[in-house]
């Protein structure tokens, strides 16, 4: 029990002297169950994000927004690849994640339970979305975990894109004609609280988070995070004529901040429970890309096991 402490103990301190652990390194089991948990959630949130926006790919307005918005949707394939390769580091495999993902026992953002209606949604999902997005994951480049942060390092180059793209096509539409305006505005009203719960419960209603701030997985409060994306979104807002849905949000010179209304955690949840407009479409989706992938992973296994056996003849000769 007492090395079992000391342990922990050195862990705690290698952490606190801005060290990052890495694949090999001792590390307290709840610590790793609390990564493989958010990093796969984290992977299949990239991956089926790509739904909502691959819905657009055919029906985006230009050959210029087309090529933009498929760059994008391939961007957050890797973004889902490279997060799969750090859970892995953690000794799961990719397998089993995707078992976990498809039967409904991990979770991925919520937000993407909700459906693109216009292509303002489109805009509207990567200015808020992606924006959020950052707005987590500027933090978690310097997670303490190695594989996690390097991986987030890449991916944040690549989310200040998607967020560039999306406000792009917002502030096209909201300087257009009136019924593209309109259209802008009521994008922005459907995904404005989404994003926001984006960052998850408030702190007091999150169990895990003291941990994992003890930990340096998290280095920010979801509750700062979400004030800071407010702060950070109301004027880009303002700047293009667009409301935002909230009539308590007001600014604090007190605070020097945005004081905001009380956000639905009711539908929260029940989105979370898998109630939302689009759960089962996306894993009915994801679920049938997946089999009609078997005889890829198959070709690659076969390949692979050639190769090794063809290694093996040689070194035996
Ligand atoms: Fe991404
Ligand atoms: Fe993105």
Redesign the pocket.
């Known amino acids: 029990m007492t090395s079992e402490l000391s342990l922990e103990e050195r862990f705690q301190n290698y952490v606190d002297g801005e060290n990052k652990i890495e694949p090999k390194d001792w590390m307290p089991e709840k610590y790793r169950k609390t990564l493989i948990r958010q990093i796969s959630q984290h992977a299949h949130s990239?991956v089926i994000?790509m739904q909502p926006e691959g819905n657009w790919i055919t029906r985006a307005p230009s050959l210029r927004s087309k090529l933009i918005l498929l760059a994008?949707v391939q961007?957050?394939a890797g973004?889902g690849l490279y997060l799969y390769s750090a859970a892995e580091t953690l000794g799961i495999d990719r397998q089993e994640m995707i078992e976990q993902l498809q039967t409904g026992k991990a979770k991925y953002s919520s937000i993407f339970n909700y459906p693109t209606l216009t292509w303002a949604d489109i805009g509207a999902v990567?200015w808020l979305?992606?924006g959020a997005?950052i707005q987590n994951q500027v933090m978690l480049t310097r997670t303490s975990y190695g594989p996690y942060s390097r991986a987030m390092v890449k991916?944040c180059k690549?989310?200040s894109f998607?967020?560039r793209q999306g406000y792009e096509i917002i502030m096209k539409m909201a300087r257009g004609t009136k019924e593209q305006k309109a259209m802008a505005q009521d994008a922005l009203n459907r995904w404005w609280w989404p994003s926001l719960m984006m960052f998850g419960p408030s702190d007091d209603d999150s169990p895990n988070s003291a941990q994992s701030m003890k930990w340096k997985i998290k280095r920010k409060s979801n509750d700062t995070l979400r004030q800071e994306f407010i702060d950070k979104t109301v004027p880009q807002a303002e700047f293009i004529g667009l409301t935002i849905p909230d009539p308590d949000l007001k600014w604090n010179e007190e605070r020097n901040s945005y004081d905001f209304g009380e956000m639905n955690w009711d539908e929260f949840y029940n989105v979370i429970k898998g109630n939302g407009p689009c759960n089962k479409q996306r894993i009915a989706h994801h679920v049938k890309a997946h089999e009609e992938g078997a005889w890829v992973r198959e070709a690659a296994n076969a390949y692979a096991e050639k190769q090794r056996k063809r290694k093996e003849a040689n070194s035996a000769a």
């Open positions: 990239e994000g994008k961007d957050e973004h990567g979305v992606d997005a991916i690549e989310e998607h967020q």
